[in-house]
């Protein structure tokens, strides 16, 4: 990592050699998590804590895990068991969680560049497990893992992300982290489904579907978020699932290998047919999951500044 690097909040500006430090640092944890005892005395002695403002299964376990197989003492917080539900601000609660010294915070929040204004409230390390509709690095950086253990290689693999783009921290932390990698990244969805900023990605863009099979190696595929969507992006779900829905047809036309991947939580049956997500030979959206453990031991480890 940058020798001054504190905080991990998102993807955009960090160099391939770190991201590449986080990818080889998660293949050594992945070995851990492999052997009967799983776990390290790494951050022994450190107290993480996780903030999660908004729902989460996925980033919210796989932190925790982490963070116990490295040892160190978690505490979590959810906004309606804490005194935020009395009006309680984010920086009153930083700064109360601060003065009971925590080593690092891992913060999910639902406006876009919290963890930003966390990280001057608190002396220690932040970590963005998604903001708003801005980054999720970490859930970028394990889709990395995923496809650099199928592909081996970024320089050249086409990736599509497909769907609801405007919304989606997902999407833009990949952006960042795959081009950066070498990687060549198309956008595929229904026009008001891609945002004003795309312009300076300045990525290819399909705004059909068959054409983006047709050209990738790798789908990326993106839930729907409806909680997000406050006017209406598309007629109905039914339109959208004919036109940009992952489908076995659509599939088996392309008639080619395809890496299958979704950060979850899936709509079945709306952005991606049901029996494809659990198919082997598509789909690695359960590898995803797996790879989320060892990458947040990578970000933890390498920004607490110990030694294994
Ligand atoms: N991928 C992801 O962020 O899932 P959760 O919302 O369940 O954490």
């Known amino acids: 990592m940058q020798e001054n690097r504190k905080h991990l909040l998102g993807l955009e500006g960090v160099p391939a050699e770190e991201i590449k430090l986080i990818l080889d640092t998660a293949e050594s944890f992945k070995e851990v998590l492999d052997r009967p005892i799983p776990k390290v005395p790494t951050l022994r002695g450190k107290t993480i804590v996780n903030l999660f403002f908004e729902a989460s299964t996925r980033t919210r376990f796989s932190f925790e895990l982490a963070e116990k197989r490295l040892s160190a003492d978690t505490l979590n ?36 560049g919290a963890p930003h204004f966390l990280r001057h409230w608190i002396k220690g390390s932040v ?19 995923t496809i650099q253990g199928i592909h081996n290689e970024f320089k050249g693999l086409r990736v599509a992300i497909v769907g609801d783009i405007i919304h989606s921290r997902v999407a833009r932390s990949n952006i960042y982290g795959l081009t950066t990698m070498g990687a060549e990244v198309a956008l595929c969805a229904p026009a008001p489904l891609i945002p004003y900023e795309a312009e300076k990605w300045n990525l290819k863009t399909f705004y059909n579907v068959d054409d983006a099979i047709a050209w990738a190696d790798v789908l990326m ?21 004919n036109y940009f829905g992952i489908t076995r047809e659509r599939l088996e036309k392309a008639n080619k290998k395809i890496t299958l991947m979704h950060p979850g939580p899936i709509n079945r049956g709306i952005e ?13 959206i359960l590898d995803q999951v797996t790879n989320g453990v060892a990458i947040r031991m990578a970000i933890l480890y390498l920004l607490s500044g110990e030694t294994k």
């Open 77 to 112: 917080f959810s906004t309606t068991a804490s005194s935020v539900k009395k009006g309680e601000t984010l920086r009153d609660t930083a700064q109360n969680i601060e003065a009971m010294k925590v080593d690092m915070v891992v913060i999910r929040h639902p406006a876009s």
């Open 127 to 145: 970590i963005n497990a998604g903001d708003g509709c801005h980054e999720h690095p970490t859930q970028a950086l394990l889709d990395m893992k």
């Open 272 to 284: 991606l047919d049901s029996d494809l997500a659990d198919d082997p030979e598509y789909s690695v």
């Open 221 to 241: 595929v993106l839930r729907i978020q409806l909680e997000r969507q406050s006017q209406n992006f598309f007629p109905t779900l039914r339109e959208y699932h």
